[in-house]
Structures are given as structure tokens and as C-alpha cells.
């Protein structure tokens, strides 16, 4: 029997505001820490803009799923997303894209995840957390992320980390691969030195984006195109 799969596309084009968590309205909702305040929207140009204010404070900008967490790492094929940063982020600027458990307002505080990251500039690094033995941060994929977007792909499917025997090889979760679009235009593997291994984990995760700031004025705007997560159905 060939094994059956989905595809979950979310496309931001439209008047589009996501709920907050309470609301349970649709996939995805949206949570705003800061006075300021910070938005999660859609705008023109078919976007959906996590943006921060000018306003002097700490600001927290997040699109995900309410902590529901719907997609199992082992039935994962890939996810693919398409963004684009503001110009030239300040030093207090940081966040993430890809999947991951429970939202947390400090990014160091998440358990589970596998995103690409920017951190006080437009360089995009890559970071895994299986929730033990394998907490890998802030690897460099050599390229940025400016006001032009790229294709980002995290891979479940495709990788294999070899053992010596008598230990088994290990493929899929256990050599996760990530792929960024590079200043050509070509899907190309970043981070491949790292051996990104989330074996280990095996419950669920969401489709979750967060862009924040630690203090000042200094503004930022992390820009959604769209998402698609592939996964496997169950027998």
C-alpha cells in the first residue's frame, strides 16, 4: 500500500487579522505583548506582516496555532515558507520561523523546535532542540534575510545519519535537513556540517513565527508570503 500524504497551505492574501488564542477561530492566531503596540496581519502585497513599533517597550509579535500542536514530527515530510525582513534589523531585534512547540515569549525558553533564526542583524542561522541530548544553537547558513523574499525549507524526510555497526542508520528525524533560496534564486542546503538530530522527540508541533524586541525604539518587520507543511496520513 503506498503511503498517503497532505499538504496544509496557508496563503496570507487578503484582509486578514489572525485571533488571538482565546478566540479559537481558524488555524491560526496571533499573541501581541507590548502597549505599543506591536500587529500580526495581513497587508498589501499579499503578506502577513509581523511588525514592532516604534514605541520604547519590550515587544512581542507571534503567529502560531494556539498550542495546538497538530503535526506529529514522525508523519513530518517538510514544511516550506517563504519571508522577508525589514532592510536593517537593530541589535535588539531577534526571532524565528519554522515549527515548534509551546509559544514562549523568550525564545531561549522553548522546548522543542526546529526554526530558522535572525538575531540582532539580517543573518539567518538554523537551531534544533530535541528536548535532551540534542540542543543545537545558532548555525550559520552564510546567508541573509533582507527586504527580498526567500524560500526556507525544513526537511523531515529525506536525510540519513549513518552509524558504524553494529548500530543502525537512522534516516528522516535523525538528519534534518534545512534549505534556504540563495542570492540566485536556487534552493540550497545550509548548516550541512551539523548534524541536526530530533530523533528523539517524537510528539507534535505547530507552525509558529516570532519577531520581538528587548527595549528601545528600534522597529522590525518579519514578512510571511506563505507556508505549506507536507505530511504523512495515517495508514
Known sequence: MSVQT????FSFRGAYAPPVVASRQGALCSKITGAGPPTVKSVSGGSMDLALTATSEVQVATLYMGDILPYDIDDLIRITIRAKLTAALAAAVSGVFGLATAQNDAL???ANFALFKFDGSNAIVCET???G?????DKPTGLSLVATYRRFVIDFATGLKAQSPPSLSKGGTADVRFCMSNDRGALTRVAGGTGFDLSAFTSNLQLFAQIQKTTGTAVGTLSLLDAEIE???PA
Not at 133 to 137: I, N, P, V, W
Request: glycine share 6%; charged share 45%.
Open 129 to 131: 532542540d530535541d528536548g
Open 108 to 110: 531561549d525558553s522553548l
Open 133 to 137: 541530548s540534542f540542543d543545537l544553537d
Open 231 to 233: 505530511y504523512r496520513l
Open 6 to 9: 497532505a499538504r496544509d497551505y
